[in-house]
């Protein structure tokens, strides 16, 4: 069965950095479209970042550009959020995404907190 898993958040200062990771399994990796979403408490969920099946083409949501780097490594079957200068505006539920038979597939997801 389809299953993402993420890891890496935790509490950090702001101007600090993590690295988020999703390991992905149940299904053939490198050829779906693999995205980083984000939700905070009363908020809806929002699009952080997304990279097509090969990397080649990137997107990011107007808040995270120029912090944030999204990549994969379709060997490992693994998408990783880099998150540098994190501000407590960061501060959500972080959630890698992918959609495989028209379904919406959402790994646990991971908290970030951004606070001194």
């Known amino acids: 069965q389809v299953q993402l898993v993420e890891s890496g958040g935790g509490l950090v200062q702001p101007g600090g950095s993590l690295r988020l990771s999703c390991a992905a399994s149940?299904?053939?990796?490198?050829?779906?479209?693999m995205k980083w979403y984000r939700q905070a408490p009363g908020r809806e969920r929002e699009l952080v970042a997304t990279i097509s099946q090969s990397g080649g083409r990137i997107d990011y949501a107007d808040s995270v550009k120029g912090r944030f780097t999204i990549a994969r490594e379709n060997a490992k079957n693994t998408v990783y959020l880099e998150m540098n200068n994190l501000k407590p505006e960061d501060t959500a539920v972080y959630y890698c995404?992918?959609?495989?038979?028209?379904?919406?597939?959402w790994g646990q997801g991971t908290q970030v907190t951004v606070s001194s």
């Open positions: 995404n992918t959609v495989t038979g028209s379904v919406q597939r």
């Open positions: 149940g299904f053939t990796f490198s050829s779906y479209v």
